[in-house]
């Protein structure tokens, strides 16, 4: 069992829409990550956050620890935010420390002019 | 310059061939990674070096093999290739193991 789940899988949206993408995980963590793929491939880390909120331009990404739960939001989309978001956290090793990050399964993103 | 690189951009070959992938980062990170992306896109941790030493392996098959010569580089050689390898690989570093994460351009492998 996957233990990042993200919603919705997929998602349409018209210019200029605000976006929300969900994400769940089931295990503890100190950090969860945010990425974009964009449709050619390339993988881009957007944020890194574990507590509140942050911001980088208009996308803007929250996290809720107790709750086990982050948000990404796009504010006035456009096309070129089309893309796949994957949310992603990382593992805990036996006695505490970090280890790899597992994924989510990604929500595809399509913002339409 | 570009932070986490990988060659080839795509590789195509036979069933039965061996073939390496190359990554190198110029980020100055201890930790890097291969990731396997399957054709529903799902992104799946391989391996992960830190300072030139193995600390995760996860279920693969023995055909792979990653080869660290320096902290920097993290190679991916595959023995016998088969169809099932067919995927995109991604060659990632981090300031540490869950922090930071840049990842390389990816690889698309086809096994024809």
């Known amino acids: 069992k996957n233990e990042v789940e993200q919603s919705p899988q997929n998602l349409t949206a018209q210019e200029g829409e605000f976006i929300t993408i969900n994400c769940s995980y089931s295990v503890g963590i100190s950090a969860l990550h945010w990425l974009q793929q964009h449709p050619g491939g390339g993988i881009v880390s957007l944020f890194m956050?574990?507590?509140g909120k942050k911001k980088h331009g208009r996308l803007i990404a929250t996290i809720n620890i107790q709750e086990k739960h982050s948000s990404l939001h796009i504010t006035a989309s456009h096309p070129r935010d089309s893309a796949v978001y994957i949310c992603?956290?990382?593992?805990?090793?036996?006695?505490?420390?970090?280890?790899?990050?597992?994924f989510g399964k990604g929500t595809k993103l399509s913002v339409k002019p | 310059d570009t932070a986490v690189s990988q060659t080839p951009k795509y590789l195509v070959t036979q069933m039965g061939n061996d073939k390496s992938i190359k990554c190198e980062q110029n980020l100055g990170h201890d930790t890097m990674y291969w990731y396997k992306q399957d054709s529903k896109k799902f992104l799946k941790i391989m391996f992960s070096y830190n300072n030139k030493e193995l600390i995760i392996n996860e279920t693969v098959p023995n055909r792979f093999s990653p080869k660290s010569p320096d902290k920097a580089h993290l190679n991916l050689h595959i023995n016998s290739l088969e169809l099932g390898d067919s995927a995109v690989y991604f060659c990632?570093?981090?300031?540490?193991?869950?922090?930071?994460?840049?990842f390389g351009s990816g690889t698309r492998l086809t096994v024809v």
């Open positions: 956050l574990s507590s």
């Open positions: 990632a570093s981090s300031q540490d193991v869950g922090y930071g994460y840049t």
């Open positions: 992603a956290v990382p593992t805990l090793n036996y006695g505490g420390s970090q280890g790899n990050l597992i």
